[in-house]
């Protein structure tokens, strides 16, 4: 046995009015789309008809608003079939696909109007068919009647009648209403008057209009993007996607964006309004531009407030990507100084694009200004003057080592900002002729000059002292001969090694149960952070003759925490006791003549 589904008139009348639309302001659009497609309806057969749509919001309390179109009309059948049956449109053809010169399609944009009104009355006339009128109400009911005489319409068309629920009056005040009218509707291809005036401009921003010079439209185009997104751009891309009859322009952010922010732009549909937050049209990394377009193959959500995410949308998001890419590209070649600017307010959104694109990977080696121990430069002057791309993948470990490397005249690329040691990594693989090696802390020791053994052995016992006194803090002691001399210790501590740290760290902050799953990540490890110091330095020279062994730990916590504190490592409460404790007693000693 089989049954059909029941619908409860009243809750889908509800669900598709007052739940599918975001804000009751919507009935302006739908009011003025329906006008437009009976108008094209007309065009069909007469492309010459001249199209007239005029919208009266209340001059007053208990007036109506009206919007009287000279379109198609409709005979009483008709009616009964597109008005009285929700989700039916005339709109589709005999497949139930939408019909492309129509901007409706789903047989459900009249009911928007409850969300502002109580009833809807429409007159309608088609050809020489009589005055039809409907009048439908909220909870699903609906009247039709014939009008003759002075009721009846002179000529064909619609008008579409709306009397203000209590408490939605603002939604149909005249300045609403134009506002609203203006906002959707502008750039329609037929007239519409509210009140009397036009709100249709016809032009296209992006358009050129008649004998407009380029810096005129580009002045124009500046001005539009203030009002509509509220920055002057950096520059103005245009934008164009025939397969998805897509035309409209970029307009390039003139201050860093947040690239986790939500990126809207404004989308027509066929030359009205679809919303001005549209997200998905581009890739995740366009993050620095925001866009105006107009298409007239991309499909809309049921709300009309989104795009129908499909493959062909995936293909536009494609294909703007590869034109804002061309952009910077093309900048490149052009106009030097401009790309480098933009690079510098976007350089985070060029880079996480260059993570997986050869093309913006170039881009960033030869424009990008990297830190460098010889001052900034590009990747692409480095490896011309230093042939091996040297790089640090953390800033605390460029830190430690710039001052070293620099004197040493070993040049490093500073990678430690996000993307960078991707990047780096990556460069090989744009050109085989380039080599990167990743440098890290530790290796840096290996580059340090050993002492001669009798030399060493000479300081074993102070040596001795200084490693018993550091190993309450888990450093080990080495000692090393390095520039620049003025550096008399180094704390070196690589990226494996930190995390290392952390995690002992943790364990000694955390419960038993945690403490247990974090050893197990460093169960086994010896790597310890060191302490270089260096023999090039007259005060180690001094302090490796001391024979106190008091005056040694309070020597060597001394310079402990100093390395700590120029490696801009953090402090733990051992550390600060220790500077407190070495700080102290080396002041009580000075005082007292080393005799403290
Ligand atoms: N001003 C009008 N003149 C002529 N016919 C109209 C008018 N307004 C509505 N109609 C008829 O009523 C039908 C239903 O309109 P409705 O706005 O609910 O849906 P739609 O425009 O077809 O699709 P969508 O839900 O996408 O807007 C339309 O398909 C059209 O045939």
């Known amino acids: 046995m089989s049954y059909t589904f029941h619908v409860d008139l009243r809750g889908i009348v509800d669900l598709l009015s007052h739940h599918l639309y975001a804000s009751p302001r919507v009935y302006v659009r739908e009011l003025m789309q329906n006008a437009v497609d009976a108008i094209t309806a007309v065009r069909v057969n007469d492309p010459d008809h001249a199209g007239t749509i005029e919208i009266s919001a209340p001059k007053a309390a208990g007036q109506p608003l009206t919007i ?33 010169e129509f901007l409706g399609q789903f047989g459900i944009g009249l009911l928007s109007c409850f969300l502002v009104a109580d009833t809807i009355q429409v007159r309608t006339r088609c050809g020489d068919n009589p005055t039809v009128e409907w009048l439908g109400s909220s909870d699903g009911s609906y009247q039709v009647r014939v009008l003759d005489g002075d009721d009846a319409l002179a000529a064909p068309g619609t008008i579409v009648t709306l009397r203000p629920r209590r408490g939605a009056e603002e939604w149909l005040l005249p300045k609403t209403v134009r506002e609203l009218a203006g906002l959707y509707g502008s750039m329609l291809p037929i007239t519409v008057q509210v009140d009397g005036e036009p709100i249709t401009t016809g032009l296209a921003p992006w358009e050129t209009g008649e004998g407009e010079a380029q810096v005129a439209r580009r002045a124009r185009l500046l001005s539009y993007a203030e009002d509509a997104f ?5 520059d103005v891309i245009d934008l164009d996607v025939a397969e998805a009859g897509l035309r409209g322009v970029a307009f390039v952010l003139p201050m860093p964006s947040n690239p986790a922010a939500r990126v809207a732009h404004r989308v027509y549909l066929k030359q009205m309004l679809l919303s001005e937050g549209v997200e998905g049209l ?8 925001r866009c105006v377009i107009d298409t007239t193959e991309l499909r809309p959500t049921a709300s009309r407030e989104a795009l129908y995410d499909d493959t062909l949308l ?27 600017q933009f690079l510098r307010i976007h350089h985070l959104g060029v880079k996480a694009l260059a993570v997986h694109d050869d093309e913006m990977l170039r881009l960033v080696e030869q424009w990008w200004p990297y830190e460098t121990t010889v001052g900034p430069m590009t990747l692409a002057q480095f490896r011309d003057t230093y042939g091996v791309v040297r790089f640090v993948p953390s800033l605390d470990e460029f830190r430690q080592i710039a001052a070293v490397a620099s004197a040493q005249g070993l040049a490093v690329v500073n990678a430690g900002y996000v993307y960078d040691a991707e990047l780096l990594s990556r460069l090989p693989a744009l050109d085989e002729k380039i080599t990167t090696e990743a440098l890290s802390a530790s290796d840096l020791s ?16 102070f040596l001795v002292g200084a490693q018993r006194a550091l190993d309450r803090f888990g450093v080990e002691v080495l000692i090393r001969a390095f520039d620049p001399a003025g550096l008399p210790a180094l704390y070196l501590l690589d990226g494996d090694t930190a ?51 008091d005056l040694t730990v309070l020597v060597v916590e001394g310079l402990y925490v100093q390395a700590l504190l120029l490696g801009r490592q953090p402090l733990r409460p051992v550390d600060t006791a220790a500077l407190n404790q070495s700080f102290l007693g ?6 007292h003549g080393g005799a403290a």
Do not use: C, Y
């Open 68 to 100: 009287t179109d000279n379109g198609i009309g409709l005979t009483e059948p008709q009616v009964h079939e597109l008005l009285a049956t929700i989700g039916r449109s005339s709109k589709r053809d005999d497949l139930g696909f939408a019909r492309h």
């Open 230 to 234: 509220g920055f002057t751009p950096f």
């Open 282 to 289: 581009l890739p995740e990394w366009a993050f620095f531009v």
């Open 314 to 340: 995936a293909q536009v998001r494609e294909s703007l990507g590869d034109q804002l890419r061309g952009w910077m590209t093309r900048l490149g070649t052009v106009d030097e100084a401009k790309l480098q």
């Open 446 to 461: 290996t580059r340090l000059e050993e002492l001669a053994p009798d030399e060493e052995l000479r300081l074993r016992t």
């Open 499 to 549: 995390l290392h740290l952390d995690l002992k760290r943790g364990q000694e902050d955390v419960d038993d149960v945690w403490a247990s799953i974090l050893g197990s990540f460093t169960a086994g490890r010896t790597d310890r952070p060191q302490l270089v110091l260096n023999h090039r330095n007259p005060l180690i020279r001094q302090a490796v003759t001391v024979t106190d062994p």
């Open 586 to 591: 080396l002041l009580g000693r000075a005082m």
